[in-house]
Nanobody
Framework: QVQLVESGGGLVQPGGSLRLSCAAS????????MGWYRQAPGKERELVAS???????NYADSVKGRFTISRDNADNTVYLQMNSLKPEDTAVYYC??????????????WGQGTQVTVSS
């Protein structure tokens, strides 16, 4: 089994910054793509950013230039640096990881979610 543990959410004023972390642990041979998604009340879950094992990144248009995704392959951790936060960034943020097990099965795992609230 694999566990993804997120941290770093909270309440921040508009224009502020937060950094989310997500650490993967368990039965891991390798991790391919890692990403962050978010879900606001009454809306569907959407991709925020993703990073491939080689470092290629992808961002939603709404966060380009404000958010930065990065990963530490040695620690199986993915980060999301969020700057210039807006009220519309308020959501529960989930990390996910495409994990290959030692028996070479690849499954997608999700974290439990962390609340980000942007409000004055």
């Amino acid at each position: 089994q694999v566990q993804l543990v997120e941290s770093g959410g909270g309440l921040v004023q508009p224009g502020g910054s937060l950094r989310l972390s997500c650490a993967a642990s368990g039965s891991i041979f390798s991790i391919n793509a890692m990403g962050w998604y978010r879900q606001a009340p009454g809306k569907e879950r959407e991709l925020v950013a993703s990073v491939a094992s080689g470092g290629t990144t992808n961002y939603a248009d709404s966060v380009k230039g404000r958010f930065t995704i990065s990963r530490d392959n040695a620690d199986n951790t993915v980060y999301l640096q969020m700057n210039s936060l807006k009220p519309e960034d308020t959501a529960v943020y989930y990390c996910n990881a495409h994990v290959t097990s030692p028996t070479y099965y690849t499954l997608i795992y999700w974290g439990q979610g962390t609340q980000v609230t942007v409000s004055s």
